[in-house]
């Protein structure tokens, strides 16, 4: 069996061309490319019908890969019979630079990483709340780095969402919350004996509690 040789030496970016290069011609002396062709025009089409579309749909789908400083949306088309991919959208990821560390750790130490958020309440905590403990441009500073916010700006700035459909996406989530506060106001009050259903837990029999139980 051939086998693919790299420079250990090389940077990263030139061991992996390097791989690639010498997986391909690796292919290329096997034989897989024609074998591939012989399967498509072949084989194939014995497939049963259903499972075929399946994979062919599975095969055109979007994909969104995640690199240190972007996302980038590719999307996959035929031309030929073969499977091309194309750069659709990029979203800068340099505001995340901490997500990018945790996400190359994972990748290469192959272990958990933990990352601290930290979360800002931009409303109030009621109606009787005047918030005389914040200052107003403390809670705008904070907006302009809520990841709701910027990942909105994001999409709208790749082309890959429209203000109407951003609308739209707003109006169906407050429907949804209307209709729970509907139906909330609608029901009926819960019985005074079930105020500590699943809060706390039952209180043991006597028994148990005489017996050097749990108390």
Same mark, same amino acid.
């Given at each position: ?82 499977? *091309? ?7 800068? #990821? $340099?505001? +995340?630079? /901490? %997500?990018?560390?945790? @996400? !190359? ?52 700035? *790749? ?7 951003? #609308? $739209?996406? +707003?109006? /169906? %989530?407050?429907?949804? @919350? !209307? ?37």
């Amino acid at each position: 069996m051939a086998q693919a040789t790299v420079n250990p030496s090389a940077g990263g970016s030139s061991t992996r061309a390097a791989l690639g290069a010498n997986a391909r011609a690796a292919a290329r002396r096997l034989g897989l490319p024609a074998f591939l062709r012989w399967w498509q025009t072949e084989l194939a089409p014995l497939v049963p019908r259903a499972p075929r579309i399946a994979l062919q749909r599975r095969r055109l789908r979007p994909v969104l890969a995640v690199a240190p400083d972007a996302a980038v949306l590719w999307e996959p088309a035929l031309g030929n019979g073969a499977l *091309a991919w194309s750069e659709v959208a990029r979203i800068p #990821l $340099a505001g +995340d630079a /901490a %997500a990018a560390r945790a @996400v !190359d750790y994972v990748r290469q130490q192959r272990a958990p990483y933990f990352l601290e958020l930290h979360t800002y309440r931009f409303r109030a905590h009621s109606m009787f709340d005047a918030e005389l403990y914040r200052a107003k441009a403390e809670v705008e500073a904070w907006k302009e780095r809520g990841p709701i916010h910027t990942f909105t700006q994001r999409l709208k700035a *790749a082309n890959m969402l429209t203000e109407a459909q951003f #609308l $739209a996406l +707003d109006q /169906a %989530a407050m429907q949804e @919350v !209307d209709a729970a506060v509907a139906f909330a106001e609608a029901g009926s009050s819960e019985p005074v004996e079930d105020l500590t259903k699943d809060v706390l837990t039952p209180r043991p029999p006597a028994a148990v509690l005489t017996s050097g139980g749990p108390r």
